[in-house]
Structure formats: structure tokens, C-alpha cells
T-cell receptor
Framework: AAGVIQSPRHLIKEKRETATLKCYPI?????VYWYQQGPGQDPQFLIS???????DKGSIPDRFSAQQFSDYHSELNMSSLELGDSALYFC?????????????FGSGTQLSVL | AQTVTQSQPEMSVQEAETVTLSCTYD???????LFWYKQPPSRQMILVIR??????QNATENRFSVNFQKAAKSFSLKISDSQLGDAAMYFC?????????????FGKGTHLIIQP
């Protein structure tokens, strides 16, 4: 069965650089969520999209932005990177019908800011 | 705002034994979902079990079962016949049932160690 695809798996950036993370949800899933998990921390909700519109916002810094495209894939854009942005970034998706409360997670993008 | 509390940072159990991981939550909502996610060293988040708040019957998935006490706002996970592959971080999570694209609220996690 198809899963949530995230790219890249690993990303190394310098301070003040920009990064773009991509997420491809499971087919027929119209809702995408982004989470940030720092070392030894629980995942923190950043932002979500439903039908290509921003739906809910969590603790996302102003330096970050995200969008969902017509094919439902989503991109998280991170600018002016700081050391504290080093974390595992998860994308998750949920279906339109059926078990809409279930979130299916991708394998994450490990971002290291040097 | 909802909060999820896991009071056990780390638990250890012998292989083949039973272990219970604790989780409490705080909410003013009456309809919601509760989940247990497993995060092995690969860091993939894997759904273990889910419970609908309106259901009194406790969810069960093979060796995994929950003890859901709605009045006490408690949602513990019992793992029977523990296996080495169960070693992981376990996160308890809450999600509102009111619709929209609310994210999950996670607890801080419990690190489960399986001793051979």
C-alpha cells in the first residue's frame, strides 16, 4: 500500500540558509499535517492543510511557510535557518472519508543546521 | 487547550511479560479520539491502537489493549507477551472529533526497554 512520501530524507544546511521540505500524501488523502520533533522531544504540530487551504496553525515560526498544491502534495519552506531548527520534520496525511481521524505519518526529513 | 501527560519517562520489562504504559489527558470536549503511537529507533511513527471516546469498550489490537477511563481521563496501554521488537518510544496522543484539520496533541513519550 502507498504511504506518505517525504523528501529529502536528510538535509544539511548552514545558518541563515533556506530549506524546502516536500510531502506527498497517500492517494485520496486531502489533509496534510506538518510536525517538528526536536531531539528527545515529542512531535509538535506546525500547520495543516485541507483541500489546498490552510486549516489549522500550531507553533510554526514566522520564518516558516507552507502550502498545499493542486495535486495535494505539500511543501514546508524554512528561511533564515537557526541552529534550533535542527529536528525531524514529519508530514502526515488523513483521508477524506472513512477513518478521517487517523493520521498516517511519513518517515520524516532530518534537518541539521550547522 | 488539550494536554496529554505521560508520567513514565522510561519503563523496562522482561521479554514475554506484560507492561502497562500510563497516559492521562485534560480536555473540556466530550467527543475525541485517543491514540498510541510507537516510534522505534528508525523514528518512523507507527499507529499502535486508537480509541473513540464515545465507545465504552476498550480497543484491542492483538497483544495491545487499552484501559480507557473517560471519567478519570485516563488511557493506558497494555502490552502482553512483550517482544524485543516492542522496544521503542511510545507516545499517547489526543485528537478532537469536532472536525477540521486539528493536529494531534502528543504526550512527552515513554521509552520502553525490553530485557531479553
Amino acid at each position: 500500500a502507498a504511504g506518505v512520501i517525504q523528501s529529502p530524507r536528510h538535509l544539511i544546511k548552514e545558518k541563515r540558509e533556506t530549506a524546502t521540505l516536500k510531502c506527498y500524501p497517500i492517494p485520496r488523502h486531502d489533509t496534510v499535517y506538518w510536525y517538528q520533533q526536536g531531539p528527545g522531544q515529542d512531535p509538535q504540530f506546525l500547520i495543516s492543510f485541507y483541500e489546498k487551504m490552510q486549516s489549522d496553525k500550531g507553533s510554526i515560526p514566522d520564518r516558516f511557510s507552507a502550502q498545499q498544491f493542486s495535486d495535494y502534495h505539500s511543501e514546508l519552506n524554512m528561511s533564515s535557518l537557526e541552529l534550533g531548527d535542527s529536528a525531524l520534520y514529519f508530514c502526515a496525511s488523513s483521508p477524506t472519508v472513512g477513518t478521517t481521524e487517523k493520521l498516517f505519518f511519513g518517515s520524516g526529513t532530518q534537518l541539521s543546521v550547522l | 487547550a488539550q494536554t496529554v501527560t505521560q508520567s513514565q519517562p522510561e519503563m523496562s520489562v522482561q521479554e514475554a511479560e506484560t507492561v502497562t504504559l500510563s497516559c492521562t489527558y485534560d480536555t473540556s470536549e466530550s467527543d475525541y479520539y485517543l491514540f498510541w503511537y510507537k516510534q522505534p529507533p528508525s523514528r518512523q511513527m507507527i499507529l499502535v491502537i486508537r480509541q473513540e471516546a464515545y465507545k465504552q469498550q476498550n480497543a484491542t489490537e492483538n497483544r495491545f489493549s487499552v484501559n480507557f477511563q473517560k471519567a478519570a481521563k485516563s488511557f493506558s496501554l497494555k502490552i502482553s507477551d512483550s517482544q524485543l521488537g516492542d522496544a521503542a518510544m511510545y507516545f499517547c496522543a489526543y485528537r478532537s472529533a469536532r472536525g477540521g484539520a486539528d493536529g494531534l496533541t502528543f504526550g512527552k513519550g515513554t521509552h520502553l526497554i525490553i530485557q531479553p
